[in-house]
């Protein structure tokens, strides 16, 4: 039998609305409990099947999801989109599962949004995006292009449809490793220093009031148990605690299952103590990740939910349910 090795959810934090944890709340209850998810981890973890993972499995419960990341000037290929059978994903929001939307996140199209509302002059914001010279001036001016960012993703949270309800239920954001991510979500604090009124102000103000609201965004932080990575994970957390963006709990990928009880593997170990053989590597590797997640649950105080190493061609399909799965207590 499977032995669960999910934290308890009363190390949730005391910030988060009461109301939304039960014990049999899963990972993906409490990640829902937000509007924005935002998942993010270091490099290679599994971030980007997870987000399409959630997607898959926030949308069979019927919400509308929209799935999106930033865009890289010059990327062709995005693997996030790779998972929904494209090079890239849209810059128009387009329907790309059932109740699956997405739409890549592009600085300009936040700068030029962000000119439409200030401007209020269409001819205007066009002739000023078709100079090149200011084109120049806003790729390189500091934060301009994380400003033009940050401007996009939260129009598409306050994207309304014609009877007035939210366009999205759920946005889950593939966000850039560690110091990316933590550049976004700083990004009030920063230009809170330079400007504190006017437009910009008044834009970070309303993003404040969006992503730094625990009932409305939360980042799911996805890791490998592996010591290292557990290291960055509990920094990455800090990081996010430190720039006001609520955690909605640890996603701990790629693990693999412990089949043995305590007395197994001690036999185990005993017989395989003489020779490099399989065996003996698969009981190290389980070994090695259950002291990760007990550090992790040491040093942390979120949710903690254990995704299997799959071996499987739908691997997302695979995740999507283990998400929704057992609950966290
Ligand atoms: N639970 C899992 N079981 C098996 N393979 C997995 C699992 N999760 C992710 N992978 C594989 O791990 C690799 C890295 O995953 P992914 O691209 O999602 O990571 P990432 O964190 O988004 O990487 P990057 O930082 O480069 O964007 C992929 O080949 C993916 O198929
Ligand atoms: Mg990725």
């Known amino acids: 039998m499977r032995r669960s090795i999910d934290a308890p959810l009363k190390r949730v934090d005391k910030r988060l609305p009461a109301?939304?944890?039960?014990?049999?709340?899963?990972?993906?209850?409490?990640?829902?409990?937000?509007?924005?998810?935002?998942?993010?981890?270091?490099?290679?973890?599994g971030k980007t099947t997870v987000v399409a993972a959630l997607a898959r499995a926030i949308a069979a419960r019927g919400h509308?999801?929209?799935?999106?990341?930033?865009?890289?000037?010059?990327?062709?290929?995005s693997p996030l989109a790779g998972l929904f059978g494209r090079h890239q994903l849209p810059r128009e929001e387009t329907l790309l599962l059932?109740?699956?939307?997405g739409v890549i996140l592009l600085a300009q199209v936040g700068q030029e949004l962000f000119a439409a509302r200030t401007l209020r002059s269409k001819r205007?914001?066009?002739?000023?995006?078709?100079?090149?010279?200011i084109q120049g001036f806003l790729r390189f001016a500091p934060s301009c292009r994380e400003l033009g960012i940050y401007y996009h993703l939260l129009s598409l949270v306050q994207k309304q449809d014609d009877?007035?309800?939210?366009?999205?239920?759920k946005i889950i954001v593939d966000m850039p490793a560690t110091g990316h991510a933590l550049a976004l979500t700083s990004l009030p604090k920063v230009i809170k220093k330079l400007f504190q009124r006017g437009p910009i102000a008044r834009v970070i103000e309303e993003g404040q009031r969006c992503f730094n609201d625990p009932q409305m965004t939360r980042a799911l932080v996805v890791t490998l148990a592996d010591q290292l990575p557990v290291s960055e994970t509990i920094e990455l957390i800090a990081g996010l605690?430190?720039?006001?963006?609520?955690?909605?709990?640890?996603?701990?990928?790629?693990?693999?299952?412990?089949?043995f009880t305590h007395q197994e593997a001690e036999l185990l170990r005993a017989a395989l103590s003489n020779g490099q053989l399989l065996?003996?590597?698969?009981?190290?590797?389980?070994?090695?990740?259950?002291?990760a997640i007990a550090r992790l649950r040491a040093d942390t105080r979120y949710p903690i939910r254990v995704v299997p190493e799959f071996a499987t061609a739908d691997l997302v399909a695979q995740i999507a349910a283990a998400i929704d799965g057992e609950p966290t207590a």
């Open 19 to 45: 109301a939304k944890i039960s014990v049999s709340s899963t990972v993906l209850d409490f990640a829902l409990a937000a509007r924005v998810i935002f998942v993010t981890g270091k490099g290679g973890v």
């Open 64 to 77: 509308r999801a929209l799935v999106t990341e930033i865009g890289i000037p010059g990327d062709d290929y």
């Open 98 to 101: 059932p109740n699956i939307h």
């Open 124 to 133: 205007l914001v066009r002739r000023i995006f078709d100079s090149d010279a």
């Open 163 to 169: 009877s007035g309800r939210a366009r999205y239920d």
């Open 241 to 259: 605690e430190q720039s006001d963006t609520a955690v909605g709990g640890i996603f701990v990928n790629r693990v693999t299952e412990n089949l």
């Open 279 to 291: 065996g003996a590597e698969t009981l190290d590797r389980i070994g090695k990740a259950s002291r």
